[in-house]
């Protein structure tokens, strides 16, 4: 489990669940349709953000004899499950409040007087002003974590150009934090507009506008989160690693070229690749007589000296060191292509590499 991932879900979670009492208790003070669908949303970001850190435990688990490699790709499912059923419900829950407050004022023909019906002595505006800027200044603070953590983790050749990488981003339970506090602060800030609105026109349409606008951002939310996490579960590529395989190669003087070279995403810490390569023949008989000549040589030294001059023998050795010095040496140009794969991606973390033949040199 990345442990930053879980610090950003864990702050959230605690930030989300108290701002979620405040707007709830603020609501039921306010009458106000923008400050309860702010609620049901700090709700739903708490149950999401429960999810997200169930999926990065799940998700934690290394390799068994059902999942060989590892448990990675649950976290997309969990996150999937949050995003769209969990926004689709709070959307629902806060197009049908904002209804029912609408025809609420329908039937009682007035649309005017926010805050009318509370016997307290502070003004509701005022209460809600408060909770809100609570909510803002704390999803504000999560959302800088959760920014900080994404512009970390950026490749420094990208990190002056972060809202561009967004949506390419490999961690969708940060991406997930990172755009539901991006959406609860703009949450915080139309929620505000609306009640001072309503209050300013004396015209409670404009906080019921408002309460509409933030379901609908919930609504968007599931599309986008859920789109991601269905790309991560659809068996994506890693086209980066891909490329990058294609660079070494072309680099290796002993592997002429490579093809049908494929890979899958496990989770953004794990890439399985595979690929198969061609050698060149000058350069992979270079030296391989030394090699059969000290397999020869090894062979020899364990028959007994009275069994040497055995032809049958002798040529059983001469086959097995060819065949031996041969596998040793493309085993070797395997591992040299792995090495330098995993140098410079790390995140490859299982690589099948097969020789599928030797390019013969042209005529001289």
Avoid at 54 to 73: K, P, S, T, V
Avoid at 251 to 265: A, L, N, Q, Y
Avoid at 286 to 308: C, S, T, W
Avoid at 339 to 354: D, F, G, Q
């Amino acid at each position: 489990m990345s442990s930053n991932s879980k610090t950003a879900v864990t702050a959230a979670i605690i930030g989300n669940a108290g701002l979620t009492v405040l707007k709830f208790g603020a609501a039921v003070v306010s009458h106000s349709p923008s400050m309860m669908n702010e609620a049901i949303h700090s709700l739903m970001d708490t149950a999401n953000q429960l999810f997200l850190l169930l999926g990065l435990r799940a998700a934690a688990r290394g390799a068994d004899q059902l999942y060989a490699f590892g448990h990675g790709q649950k976290k997309y499912l969990w996150n999937l499950w949050s995003a769209i059923g969990l926004f689709s419900i709070g959307c629902g829950l806060g197009l049908a409040h904002a209804w029912h407050s609408w025809a609420s004022l329908a039937n009682a023909g007035q649309i005017s007087g926010f805050g009318n019906g509370t016997t307290l002595l502070v003004d509701p505006v005022w209460i809600s002003g408060v909770v809100l800027f609570i909510a803002l200044v704390v999803e504000g603070y999560v959302l800088r974590i959760a920014w900080l953590e994404y512009v970390s983790r950026l490749d420094s050749q990208l990190s002056a150009r972060p809202f561009r990488q967004l949506m390419q981003c490999k961690d969708p339970t940060l991406l997930a934090v990172l755009l539901e506090d991006a959406i609860a602060v703009a949450g915080v800030v139309f929620a505000a507009t609306g009640i001072m609105l309503a209050r300013t026109l004396d015209n409670l349409l404009w906080d019921i506008s408002m309460s509409v606008v933030i379901a609908v951002m919930l609504g968007v939310a599931a599309v986008v989160l859920g789109r991601i996490n269905m790309r991560f579960l659809s068996d994506i590529r890693d086209v980066e690693a891909e490329n990058l395989f294609a660079v070494i190669v072309e680099t290796h003087r002993e592997v002429e070229r490579c093809h049908d070279v494929r890979s899958i995403v496990i989770d953004e810490h794990h890439t399985v690749l595979v690929a198969e390569v061609e050698v060149r023949e000058e350069m992979m008989l270079a030296g391989l007589r030394q090699e059969i000549d000290r397999h020869e040589q090894f062979l020899l030294e364990r028959v007994a000296p009275n069994k040497r001059s055995d032809v049958a023998l002798l040529e059983y050795i001469a086959d097995r060191s060819v065949v031996e010095a041969t596998l040793n040496r493309t085993e070797q140009i395997v591992d040299e292509l792995e090495k330098a794969l995993r140098e410079r991606c790390p995140r490859v973390s299982h690589a099948t590499i097969e020789i599928q033949g030797m390019v013969e040199d042209g005529p001289e």
